[in-house]
């Protein structure tokens, strides 16, 4: 049958193209610096050895090992560098992880938590190279890290990091005293932690990978890879561009379902920068224990301090992200005297089944084709530790972490339940979202700058009324998988709740899985 087609008289509601990360909220980061660039041309009859697809710390890092090692590389971005989560991060640079140590011994023996913790350290080692080298003026400051418990069960839980923490090699101590006004019972310090500004840090990459002779191709969403005559070609709206390699550094492999889809959950974090009336502002990286817990630190720009505040995540497309906005900020504001809250925002990251990130041959495609995902929330750290991993496989076919991050293990007690979790929750949103839908008489019943999943004359939509009145109508179905999108009032975009694919208000893919931009009813 024909879909109805709802019109709207003008359009003036901004599209991804004019954003500078993949939210409409402003970053700490991009409100004060962009790194769109002017426009770049290339011989696209050429065949370079390497393509990178995505801009963030990953495939700038990667893209950059190779180039240096005599490698021809191209990267490709949908958008710009910095756009996606990289743009969004709180960018804490920490020698342990959201998966603890203890965690991973349980699930991939004990020999594999003191390799994991070498694989950070690499990373931290790594960052410290290429500010020092390149001198990245990059606001980069080494701080002890906090991690406190404010419960009985929380200092178990705690107990268990510090232990596992020392089996695995990590320097990590007791503490007497944290920078944090919240009353604790007990907590660790890890050293050598570190904070920077992430898009000056990327930002320097990216100049250091131009200066070796490296290409960069912007608002190139790759829309599919073919392969043929000895390479891939990477085709896009305007491209086609050759490479024996294919990296996909996109923080979730695009295109149609695969396994790394069914492993890793997408979650959206929240952070807000305030100003404190007391100037009370913690010298240090501090972090609680709840689940999920929340993180501190200070960072300055142009002479003002902010205190960094982030968590109360929760699935993509599952929660109220103004209530979590809502929920962070009362938290703040509970132990700090809070000025202003100049800036919030929120940032998506995918949780791994088993624990730890997938690094290294895409599961199902051909040889040469690679990805890197499933980094929880410590994107930064594991972005870099999969640039390493990543170059050391296209360069030599081996890499000391292979194994441990293998896209294609198979751990038959590891993420087990958290596979079927997770994918019994995708296959309830697919049917569940289909239900219960409001039925409405008219799209007049949606409000100024309000998106709402309706029904209107048996057909469902994916509706938004910009601020002047305008309406843009869509077809609610993700073409990834075919679930139903949910409205993120605080981003303006829609959200998909089984494996992450975003689109803006106009339906434009802005990150995730998805290839292809929801259809428009217009």
């Not at 202003?340 to 997938?358: E, I, K």
Request: glycine content about 8%.
């Amino acid at each position: 049958m024909e879909k109805t087609k709802y019109t709207s008289k003008t359009d003036i509601v901004p599209d991804a193209s004019e954003w500078e990360r993949d939210g409409q909220n402003a970053s700490l980061w991009n409100r004060h610096l962009t790194l769109k660039n002017e426009g770049t041309t290339f011989p696209e009859t050429d065949v370079y050895d390497v393509i990178v697809v995505g801009a963030g710390i990953t495939g700038l890092t990667t893209a950059l090992l190779l180039q240096q090692a005599g490698n021809r590389c191209v990267i490709a971005d949908a958008h710009h560098a910095g756009f996606g989560t990289t743009g969004g991060t709180s960018a804490h640079i920490n020698t342990f992880a959201d998966t603890t140590y203890a965690e991973v011994e349980q699930a991939f023996g004990t020999d594999a938590a003191p390799l994991f913790a070498e694989s950070i350290r690499d990373a931290v080692e790594l960052i410290r190279h290429f500010v020092d080298t390149y001198r990245i003026d990059c606001d980069l400051e080494w701080r002890p890290g906090y991690v406190y418990a404010e419960t009985e069960k929380e200092v178990r839980e705690l107990d268990d990091l510090y232990e596992s923490a020392l089996r695995a090699g990590v320097k990590v101590a007791l503490a007497d005293d944290v920078p944090t006004p919240v009353p604790y019972l007990k907590a660790i310090v890890f050293e050598g932690q570190a904070q920077f500004h992430p898009l000056k840090y990327i930002g320097g990459l990216l100049n250091e990978f131009r200066k070796s002779g490296g290409m960069v191709v912007e608002n190139a969403c790759i829309r599919e890879v073919e392969t043929g005559d000895g390479y891939y070609t990477a085709i896009s709206d305007h491209h086609r561009i050759r490479a024996k390699r294919v990296v996909y550094a996109t923080h979730i492999p695009p295109g149609g379902i695969n396994v790394l889809h069914f492993r890793n959950a997408p979650y959206r974090s929240y952070v807000i920068a305030a100003t404190l009336a007391d100037e009370a502002y913690p010298d240090a990286l501090v972090y609680d224990s709840q689940d999920p817990y929340h993180y501190f630190r200070t960072h300055t720009i142009e002479g003002q301090p902010y205190l960094i505040a982030g968590g109360h995540d929760h699935k993509t497309g599952h929660n109220d992200p103004e209530q979590a906005f809502a929920d962070l900020e009362a938290y703040t504001r509970k132990y700090y005297n809070v000025e202003q809250v100049a800036y919030r925002w929120s940032a998506q990251y995918y949780v791994p089944a088993d624990g730890l990130p997938y690094i290294g041959h895409l599961p199902g495609a051909p040889d040469g084709i690679y990805a890197a995902t499933g980094y929880n929330g410590n994107g930064m750290i594991l972005g870099t530790a999969a640039a390493l991993v990543l170059s050391d496989l296209i360069m030599t076919g081996e890499s000391k972490y292979k194994a441990l991050f293998d896209p294609a293990r198979v751990k038959p007690v590891a993420g087990f339940a958290e596979v079927v979790k997770e994918n019994a929750d995708v296959v309830k949103r697919f049917i569940v979202d289909r239900w219960g839908i409001a039925h409405i008489d008219s799209l007049a019943d949606v409000s100024p700058d309000e998106g709402r999943i309706i029904e209107l004359e048996g057909e469902k939509l994916a509706v938004y009324r910009d601020p002047g009145g305008e309406v843009h109508v869509l077809d609610p179905v993700c073409p990834h998988a075919k679930c139903i999108v949910q409205w993120n009032s605080t981003e303006k975009s829609w959200d998909c709740p089984c494996h992450g694919a975003r689109y803006d208000c106009r339906g434009h893919v802005l990150t995730g899985p998805a290839r292809t931009d929801l259809d428009q009813m217009l």
